[in-house]
């Protein structure tokens, strides 16, 4: 069935890289999303890659694509205490008209100065 | 634009009650969804809806209904609340076509406590 799995947590110090990994099984999927939650909020969409993509960047952020291996990775560089949030990854399968997400549990990512 | 807001903020229940949420969004959207949010089990799809007059279940429908009489609108009904329903529930919605059209937008959430 489709699944999408990512580590619980994960704790850097201020200025440190994060880097926050996520598997996935649709093979199909056409999108692959990271969602952030700050604490008390909804979620939020912090970037996208589409699948035939390998790399995206925005900023601090990058999005590295691993189709062979069904691997996403979100790097934030130059971390602040304002990214401590749970970062959730999401993949958009390409069947069926509803286009439901299939959501990981979140990495809860702590900053500490 | 106000985006998709949710009503209300919080709310706390007995076991036995009844309650509607409310979530509207102006952002003319088809799609639109209700998730429920726990400790360590992530976003789980309650119901969704495909467009106005339309709606469908998702991952745990029971015990919940819902209606879209109007497109700017997805209501969530609880209609014998239990324990187990405690949760914070989540609304979001989503464009049809266009770049990032798989982009869910979301309501900031209703915390509810059923005792």
Not at chain 2, 21 to 44: F, I, K, T
Request: aromatic content about 10%; overall charge neutral; hydrophobic content about 30%.
């Amino acid at each position: 069935g489709e699944d999408v799995e990512q580590s619980l947590f994960l704790s850097v110090r201020e200025g440190d890289s994060s880097v926050i990994n996520c598997t996935y099984t649709d093979s199909s999927s056409t999108y692959l999303y990271w969602y952030k939650q700050e604490p008390g909020a909804g979620l939020q969409l912090l970037t996208y890659i589409f699948s035939n993509m390998d790399m995206k960047q925005d900023q601090r952020l990058t999005v590295l694509l691993n189709k062979k291996d069904k691997h996403l990775s979100l790097r934030i560089a130059d971390t602040q205490t304002g990214d401590s949030a749970i970062y959730f990854c999401a993949e958009s399968p390409n069947a069926g008209n509803n286009r439901k997400l299939i959501w990981g549990l979140g990495t809860s990512l702590a900053v500490n100065p | 634009n106000a985006g998709v807001t949710q009503t209300p903020k919080f709310r706390v229940l007995k076991t036995g009650q009844s309650m509607t949420l409310l979530c509207a969004q102006d952002m003319n959207h088809e799609y639109m969804y209700w998730y429920r949010q726990d400790p360590g089990m992530g976003l789980r799809l309650i119901h969704y809806s495909v467009g106005e007059g339309t709606t469908a279940k998702g991952e745990v429908p029971d015990g919940y209904n819902v209606s879209r009489l109007k497109k700017q609108n997805f209501l969530l009904g609880l209609e014998s609340a239990a324990p187990s329903q405690t949760s914070v529930y989540f609304c979001a919605s989503r464009r049809t076509s266009g770049a990032g059209s798989y982009e869910q937008y979301f309501g900031p959430g209703t915390r509810l406590t059923v005792t």
